[in-house]
């Protein structure tokens, strides 16, 4: 059974900082990523890892420089550190792993809520 385990969301003031983790388990992935979705908003795109050569990807400049992906493809365990959080910030993260070399992300996790007040 393949499972995708985030942790580390919580509530945190605006500049404060967050580190989430997802653990995955059941099978190996290409890359990984991390997406968030906001209340009343579609799920978007954060962040990608591409574990053959760690490779990043991020969304644009809203996250770009205050949000680090890395992680441990022994493990099969990625990060995301947060910093600088805005109040916009606010969402449910998810990961979510693909499979082949194109992301396509076949598997997710439940997700984690992170909540910023100002």
């Known amino acids: 059974q393949v499972q995708l385990i985030e942790s580390g969301g919580g509530l945190v003031q605006a500049g404060g900082s967050l580190r989430l983790s997802c653990a995955a388990s059941?099978?190996?992935?290409?890359?990984m990523g991390w997406f968030r979705q906001a209340p009343g908003k579609e799920r978007e795109f954060v962040a990608r890892?591409?574990?053959?050569?760690?490779?990043?990807?991020y969304a644009d400049s809203s996250v770009k420089g205050r949000f680090t992906i890395s992680g441990d493809n022994t493990k099969n365990t990625m990060y995301l550190q947060m910093n600088s959080l805005k109040p916009e910030d606010t969402a449910v993260y998810y990961c979510?792993?693909?499979?082949?070399?194109?992301?396509?992300?076949?598997?997710w996790g439940q997700g984690t809520q992170v909540t910023v007040s100002s």
């Open positions: 059941g099978r190996t992935f290409s890359s």
């Open positions: 979510a792993g693909s499979i082949g070399v194109a992301p396509e992300y076949e598997y």
């Open positions: 890892i591409r574990w053959s050569d760690l490779k990043t990807y």
